[in-house]
DNA sequence: TATGAATGAGCGTTCATTCAT
DNA sequence: CATGAATGAACGCTCATTCAT
């Protein structure tokens, strides 16, 4: 499986470190083949193109986000203690390494339409054990009975999303994870039963 | 002042009609002049470069959104009715002009990371007045005495948003409008004095 | 129409030089915008693309000997004397361009399939012109009834080719117009009623 | 020696195949060694470049040409019989090996200069025993004695070349076979001593 | 002998911007 | 003011060849 290979690990590890000091229109090719150590065609021995190698960066460390929720979901905890384990593993993964948070917040924003698709059916896996969080909160009764699932989806991905986009946008100057608590305490709100 | 110029608006509007349909990177200048009415080097006159173009397609839409909210912030209402119609507004221009929702929800968004900056001062203004309203809701006792305003902001910014930007990738298929109250509720419910 | 445009005959006939000096394969469209004196760019402003420019050479030189040999028909001849009009003519055209010799005869045969179907079309119209000297040349007796007019066909267009050929592979060395009667005597024997 | 032993032979057929199935231009030496069933190295243990592969293909099947013409000669045939046995084995062998026929007539063509004219010297073996049929025509009276050899052989060659080309061209759906005779009378009346 | 992963030079085409008319 | 022909820099990808194993 190419997958497994150091040399793919090391070109999509290059590419989030090319596109987070370069921006997405100045990561090049051969840019990303040289922070990488490979000539430019070996990266085609293990990618087909060079959309593929945006997708696999998203995909690769989307995988991170994916596994760790699972994870939380397989702990016994209430729906509240899960959103904010949700939220905290999403703030933390993005604060440790902060050229994949300008890649994912900025930056691959700007790929055109069909990657954007592309990056969106691997976004939806996450999006996907969110509203199994939800629902369970629904059921137990933790959360309101009468909200729309899809919307309340919107709005705790949405403000997480918003949350860690302006960090990013102010330069990573602030301490992000201190925010998690009162972004939880906002997103509870607005979802709580009453 | 060249922005009074029939030319000048001409220009801009072509500039949203050409990206909604052509998306952002197809989007050339000569397609945005035949879309005018003009020529290719007329467009020089009334702008300084393509950037120029595009941020004011931008400041010149969004200031439709910051004029309707100072109408709102000028009437007697209490804070949760001023969200409401802030979110409402927001939903119906973007309702009645499928091709500005198309262009500010996903492709502007594709922009690089100069004019990104730029849009976001343009954003800047009506992010302020959004301030307004929760710094006034907070102080009324309205809303939770305790929670940071600008987390609350992008809570509130981010779950519109997050709920347009859906509403647009699924072609615009479901009524926008009819999401006013329910996003009103959740937003109410995060932010709410308890 | 942009075909009598000076820049377009200019690109051509640089074409035409560059292909013959460089080989077809060495035929940059780089090479050929600064041998016309124009920016590359501009080449795109008169041609689709590349293959666009070689066709362009060929028909525009093809319809040199096409014109010649339809005014060789009109003319009151005999079978026998209009085929050695036609042969002479043939001879004298790429006696007279020595490039474009080297192109008709070798470079431009080194162009993929797509491309020489094309050509083929262009072609066509030239050896329909020959089959009409030759179905008259059947019709009045000067030639063999019964012979297959495709298969004469190909022999006089056969020899000819070949012998041009030749000629340039052997750097032109020798004087092609001299060869014209010998020529056009074995082919007339061949053809003629016996 | 190289030539004999089996791989040789198989990587000169695969290339063949290749050739004929995906074209001069998409005949990557990668495909060649895997229809060889061979590692890409391995070609260059046998051959010194991808020309040498493709110069070596026209040298080994045109082996075949030449040893069968040699045959002829040593028969104890006429001038025109010999013509006959010539065009007719010509075209039965590349009317048996369809493959080998689209790459001589069609794909090697569109080779460069270079390997054009390390080809002419292949091919100059077998026009040389043409040659020597032609002289001894003219010697025993058969052929008009006036005619210019190297012309003799341009219109022969030239023919049968143009015949076969035309035949392939049209996917090879008429009998190639059946036109030898009718051919070699085209030839032969143009020969002739009279 | 045989392998096949790695190399890296080379090129057609687009499009924002200019400037002579 | 308006035009639009001309400019030229910039880049993803292929594939013949090498060489460590």
Request: aromatic fraction near 8%.
């Amino acid at each position: 499986m190419k997958r497994d290979k150091p040399k793919y690990k090391k070109i999509v590890d290059a590419a989030v470190v090319v596109i987070a000091e370069n921006g997405y229109h100045q990561a090049q090719v051969s840019k990303i083949a040289k922070e990488a150590g490979v000539a430019d065609g070996t990266i085609y021995l293990y990618f087909k193109n060079k959309e593929d190698i945006l997708v696999s960066v998203f995909r690769e460390k989307m995988a991170i986000f994916v596994s760790n929720l699972q994870t939380i979901l397989e702990k016994d905890l209430n729906t509240s203690e899960m959103l904010f384990k949700m939220i905290d593993n999403h703030f933390f993964v993005l604060h440790e390494d902060r050229h994949l948070a300008i890649v994912t917040q900025l930056e691959l924003r700007q790929s055109g339409k069909k990657l954007r698709l592309r990056i969106n059916e691997v976004l939806k896996e996450y999006l996907d054990l969110l509203d199994v969080i939800l629902k369970e909160g629904i059921d137990t009764g933790e959360l309101d009975q009468t909200m729309d699932v899809r919307l309340a989806r919107q709005m705790v991905f949405g403000t997480i999303d918003e949350t860690i986009t302006s960090w990013v946008m102010n330069d990573q100057k602030y301490d992000l994870l201190k925010l998690a608590p009162e972004v939880h305490r906002l997103i509870m709100n607005g979802l709580r039963a009453r």
